[in-house]
């Protein structure tokens, strides 16, 4: 086993359950502020602990759930929706006139 990660069980065997939420808490905030995914086998890896330690305790574990599940409904930014329907609204033009140009082809 690692020192850093030897060294990290030891400080949250020591702090008990609080230590154990609040080194979550701070894996889960880093790991959104640098864009990765949160889901229970990241965090763990993240802490070096076993998953089952973070389905123990519950209040970890919904901790975990919500920054999950909070990933997943992510609101996208207006802008953005824009752009993507403008895209979306030029590529469906551009196969309506490949459509029209096909049906306008006799067929030999």
């Not at 970890?60 to 930014?77: F, S, Y």
């Amino acid at each position: 086993m690692k020192a850093p990660v030897r060294e990290s069980l030891i400080r949250l065997e020591k702090r008990g359950k609080q230590g154990l939420f609040d080194a979550v808490k701070v894996a889960i905030d880093e790991m959104k502020a640098s864009g990765q995914d949160v889901d229970f086998q990241s965090v763990a890896r993240k802490l070096g602990v076993a998953r089952s330690t973070l389905y123990r305790n519950s209040l970890v574990r919904e901790l975990v759930e919500k920054a999950r599940t909070e990933k997943r409904g992510k609101v996208v930014p207006y802008s953005d929706l824009i752009t993507v329907v403008e895209d979306l609204k030029r590529r469906v033009e551009e196969l309506e006139r490949k459509v029209q140009e096909l049906s306008d082809k006799p067929i030999a």
